[in-house]
């Protein structure tokens, strides 16, 4: 089982910080200063052995009918594509643990994380700290300018883990904080989205080659054209990557190609994928673009590719690349937006023994309660001024409270996530073993894992029949070149019945299949 964590604000934040909090919310006339001591104090169960029960319990009722259908002709007001994406019979209207209950009634079970980004379920105990920092009256709206105790203690907390150092060692934690050397990683930018940390990342990248304002130094590579190395798909094509939805980052993966195409003409910026776990390939591009008028400028990757078929790069591969990439000058960004928090320690990097320069998170560091993601860069790359990278609400205190409380939980489980997601990796792999003429590969990593069928439509029907089964996954049928993948990522609070029973309902449709 879980190990329960049981916590009050205190705990995570300290007691100076919350007896001034009580007491500025004494002063501004709410509440009285005893009772707000009381809910600093208040300690809250994460996931006591109750909640792991309850959640288990519920497997037996997957796809039930428990209420009658919320019928109803509320469609919103939204734009044609997601007009025909929508399904409102799934749609919440109550949730625990790895379930939700949907608008048709039926109970359905989170195969993947409600789009990847709830890693501890629905309704997490833990989060009950938010609404006692709510009754406090901590805000969570603040400035760039007035980035709360909360935010900067977050801050602290990630540099601390992204390095392998003790919560408790502060001396070692000052050290690495006022480094200057390279690959220290050191400086956190707080923002909404994982598309806006990766285009964060991006611009300290551009920013030298070119200059963000006229006051500025001239860049270290001013005059070359910065060039951008990708994952690639399996046609050589550059659909393989996702890096978010900005527009630049959007024209790395082969979307805008008029807008790119004119962009390279005029030398502004270039493109170039490279092959997945070749190193030969990557070799000869990295050759290739530092000489003449070219520099390469970053080389961006995820480590399991859950918008490619859940492809995963290899260590060696990365090592290697980054070995690369060190010889040349070349900044790396690891993107963890989708990898992050799913992996004991946190980071799937430091299991693969990386050195980046920028490590963008998100998506279940707050655990599906705030839009809130990070970029972690080092000194050398702390070359934009502040509204050169980062968004105005980046700093909210209660998308940081959740932060901490998801760390917290995920500190004291460590092996049991990693224990839980081999379960899960190594019962697909034995159902590839018993439907080999079904199943054509396995890939990810843990709860990151992707089914592989022959053809994009298995790949449809296959998602179709889970989904009418009332189990969250779905096949990628949405840009060129794309694998004919399942992909499944269930919330790291998924216990042994829950990993089981999904293993379960997968096999018994691949028999139907």
């Known amino acids: 089982m879980f190990c329960n964590v049981r916590m009050s604000l205190s705990d995570i934040t300290g007691c100076d910080y919350t007896e001034k909090a009580a007491a500025a919310a004494a002063a501004l006339g709410g509440i009285g200063y005893d009772e707000a001591i009381k809910i600093a104090n208040e300690k809250v169960d994460f996931y006591p052995e109750t909640e792991q029960r309850r959640n288990d319990a519920l497997l037996d009722r997957v796809g039930a009918v428990l209420l009658p259908p919320f019928e109803n002709s509320n469609d919103g007001a939204p734009t044609d594509s997601f007009r025909l994406a929508t399904h409102k019979a799934a749609a919440p209207l109550s949730g625990f643990g790895c379930f939700r209950v949907g608008e048709d009634g039926k109970l359905y079970l989170l195969g993947k994380s409600e789009h990847y980004h709830t890693s501890l379920g629905h309704s997490f105990g833990g989060y009950r700290l938010v609404d006692n920092a709510r009754r406090l009256g901590i805000p969570n709206a603040t400035h760039n300018n007035t980035r709360g105790y909360i935010t900067r203690l977050c801050e602290r907390r990630i540099i601390q ?19 200057d050397k390279p690959k220290v990683l050191n400086r956190v930018i707080n923002l ?22 006229p006051e500025f130094p001239e860049p270290k590579y001013s005059g070359r054209i ?13 659909t393989g990557n996702y890096h978010g939805t900005t527009v630049l980052t959007q024209t790395f993966r082969g979307l805008w190609g008029e807008f790119y195409e004119a962009a390279e003409a005029a030398g502004l910026y270039k493109v170039v994928s490279v092959k997945i776990n070749n190193i030969s390939d990557f070799a000869e591009k990295v050759n290739k673009y530092n000489s003449g008028r070219y520099k390469t400028a970053g080389f961006l990757h995820e480590i399991i ?5 859940g492809i995963r790069l290899t260590a060696g591969y990365l090592q290697d690349a980054y070995r690369l990439c060190g010889q040349t000058d070349t900044p790396v960004l690891v993107d963890e937006i989708q990898s992050c928090m799913w992996y004991g320690g946190m980071f799937l990097f430091r299991k693969y023994g990386l050195n980046p320069d920028f490590v963008a998170l998100g998506k279940g560091f707050p655990g599906g309660e705030y839009p809130a993601s990070r970029i972690v860069t080092t000194a050398e790359y702390d070359n ?5 990278a980062l968004v105005t609400n980046g700093q909210e205190e209660l998308a940081s409270l959740s932060y901490l ?27 590839k073993e018993k439907h080999p003429s079904k199943i054509v590969a396995v890939e990810g990593l843990g709860h990151l894992a992707a089914l592989h069928f022959k053809t994009t439509g298995e790949a449809a029907g296959f998602a179709n029949a889970l989904n009418a089964s009332c189990v969250d996954a779905s096949a990628q049928l949405y840009k060129p070149n794309c694998l004919p993948a399942v992909l499944f990522k269930p919330p790291i609070i998924a216990s042994d019945a829950v990993i089981d029973r999904l293993l379960e309902i997968i096999d018994g449709l691949l028999e139907k299949a």
């Open 305 to 309: 590719l859950m918008n490619y078929g």
């Open 192 to 213: 909404e989205t994982g598309s806006l940390a990766v285009e964060a990342g991006v611009k300290m990248m551009l920013a030298r080659f070119y200059r963000l304002s």
């Open 226 to 238: 910065p060039v951008f190395l990708v994952v690639a798909d399996h046609a050589g094509e550059k």
């Open 161 to 179: 883990s992204i390095n392998g150092i003790d919560w408790e060692d502060d001396t070692k934690t000052d050290e690495i904080i006022a480094s």
């Open 405 to 431: 409380i998801t760390m917290a939980f995920a500190r004291a489980n460590t092996g049991e996530i990693d224990r839980l997601g081999s379960r899960f990796f190594e019962g697909l792999t034995r159902l």
């Open 384 to 388: 934009l001024n502040q509204f050169g």
